[in-house]
T-cell receptor, first 111, second 114 residues
Framework: EDKVVQSPLSLVVHEGDTVTLNCSYEVTNFRSLLWYKQEKKAPTFLFMLTSSGIEKKSGRLSSILDKKELFSILNITATQTGDSAVYLCAVGGLGTYKYIFGTGTRLKVLA | EPEVTQTPSHQVTQMGQEVILRCVPISNHLYFYWYRQILGQKVEFLVSFYNNEISEKSEIFDDQFSVERPDGSNFTLKIRSTKLEDSAMYFC????????????FGPGTRLTVT
């Protein structure tokens, strides 16, 4: 059965800290992995990863995929209180538009 | 920045009633999806829609569910006879023609079935 596991489930840090969120997966014929930031409403698209070892970067956020070890990490440097959210990882396989989501990591950044 | 919109933000209905959840995808997007998230659980795929037909559906998407693109801008999810277990946040998502796997989500409709 396909599955996506995120860790840690929750994390509390102070402003300025760097955090690393993990997403491991077992999916038949992997195609792509998505990261989202979910605050009160819509999951906001962050990154799509399809190839191993190529870092995607947007400001203080970056992400990389390891298709051999079947995981991805999302790094946030110099965290701010506005980074407080649930971060979702979703994985899709070939031949389907369906994504399987993890339970998310709840990040709280304290001032 | 273009975004997916959904109405209503919250819908309360009685068991057995029909509900229609509405979505306006991003204007140049051609792939449309519905997902749901039961409180405290994972986001789950329901259905994908392209070229005016369902391209894929999950086992959750049974005969009680239907989707429609009634015009050039709206995308709807109908639940014919709601059950208590249909209570969830329903997210609409869309993606553009050249990037069907980059899915952009709307803010969701919270459906409460009493």
């Amino acid at each position: 059965e396909d599955k996506v596991v995120q860790s840690p489930l929750s994390l509390v840090v102070h402003e300025g800290d760097t955090v690393t969120l993990n997403c491991s997966y077992e999916v038949t014929n992997f195609r792509s992995l998505l990261w989202y930031k979910q605050e009160k409403k819509a999951p906001t698209f962050l990154f799509m990863l399809t190839s191993s070892g190529i870092e995607k970067k947007s400001g203080r956020l970056s992400s990389i995929l390891d298709k051999k070890e079947l995981f991805s990490i999302l790094n946030i440097t110099a965290t701010q209180t506005g980074d407080s959210a649930v971060y979702l990882c979703a994985v899709g396989g070939l031949g389907t538009y369906k994504y399987i989501f993890g339970t998310g990591t709840r990040l709280k950044v304290l001032a | 920045e273009p975004e997916v919109t959904q109405t209503p933000s919250h819908q309360v209905t009685q068991m057995g009633q029909e509900v229609i959840l509405r979505c306006v995808p991003i204007s140049n997007h051609l792939y449309f999806y519905w997902y749901r998230q039961i409180l405290g659980q994972k986001v789950e795929f329901l259905v994908s829609f392209y070229n005016n037909e369902i391209s894929e559906k999950s086992e959750i998407f049974d005969d009680q569910f239907s989707v429609e693109r009634p015009d050039g801008s709206n995308f709807t999810l109908k639940i014919r006879s709601t059950k208590l277990e249909d209570s969830a946040m329903y997210f609409c998502a869309s993606s553009e023609a050249g990037r069907p796997y980059e899915q952009y989500f709307g803010p969701g409709t919270r459906l409460t079935v009493t």
